[in-house]
């Protein structure tokens, strides 16, 4: 087994990493080569819906491969058309088209390209293109440049200037500098229903409910990064559902639980009518945009089981109850080291009380009680400098939550006071 020196060595040190090497999962746990064991509830980071070793998922997978790993998109991909059916039909029950990508960042940079297109098919007032994108602090959008460019926090973008230009980040939740802020070239505001490396930070349903009427007002596109926060995790296949049902996007992306560990991305179009007769859709015709690997049957056929799975066994529905146990536990804690736990179903950020915490200097809260919860056997990713994540997968069972809030109470204790 390599040593965390050989990973120095050899793999670029763009993550600092914990000191857990998991070798081994078999639903939501995970062993190291030692034999120490892990509950996970980081799951890949709310990637992992299945948990680890899903029977029906690696079965699929291995058959697939068997048969037809890739084919390229110059070819009919049968798994493509049945995966993007249940997106629609079923996830979003609204309907339209769907692309295939290869991650999150990918699948925004494809609704980036989206609002550019359509900031041409519909330009301002004095007939100019229009090409800016409204976002929020404190988003996170992906690694690319168009996504650390779309993303409202700094520290992703430093040192890579020049970065794409045509976007501005508002705070989250203040309808009115939102109102103030629109310009002729704005054409599209982007934003995560319920913002996950940002720190669990919801929009508000009145927020909600006010962008979708700017965006009439306005003529913009609402688009939604449904990455971390999509497909069952919060109690709905459309995440943004558990905070304001009506809300209509006219585009979404995913990547993350939708292969359930396998790397596959998407994003959804509207059928909306644009331009002269036009939908939404159409202003991504043949030529416009494309991936070697996106939408290969191996990937569709992970999609698809997950899917398949999620809707068939109700996950959604019992990660409302996990929700309720983990809300009733923590508050019967009254701990004075968590201020408060926002989020929804299983994407839920536990608030820090620095103050109340004893952290190294220079550490941030959440990262100092990530290492000692991972020291612990539980493993739970830090989201911002004060907030920790609980997002087992969608399986996890009633007996794993409670081991997982015992461990998190006694670390509390032996990390605070
Ligand atoms: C909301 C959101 N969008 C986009 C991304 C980027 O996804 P990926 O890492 O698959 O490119 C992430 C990743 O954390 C995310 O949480």
Redesign the pocket.
Known sequence: MNTAEDLARYVLPTYARFPVAPVRGEGTLLWDEDGNRYLDFCAG???CSLGHGDTPLSRAIARQASELIHCCNLYQIDKQVELARCLVDECLELPGRVFFS???????DGLIKLARRFGQARPGPAGQPRHEILTFNK??????LG?IAATGQEKVKEGFAPLLPGFRHLELNDLSSLTSNIRPETCAILL?AI???GGIHLASREFLQGVQELCKEHDLLLLL?????GLGRTGEMAGWRSIEPGLIPDAV?W??GLGGGF?I?AFWISERIVTDNTPLFGLMGAGSHGSTFGGSPLACTAGITVLREVIDQELPARALRHERTIRETIASWQHPAITEVRGKGLLLGIGLNIEALRVPEGLPASIHLSGELASAGLLSPPAGPDTVRLMPPLTVSSGEIDEALEIFRHTLDRTSG
Do not use: I, M, W, Y
């Open positions: 980071l709310a990637t290869n991650s999150g960042a990918e699948s925004n988003s996170f959008h992906g690694r690319t996504g995560e913002q996950g490396e990064d449904e990455v971390q926060c992306s990547a993350k790397p991305g």
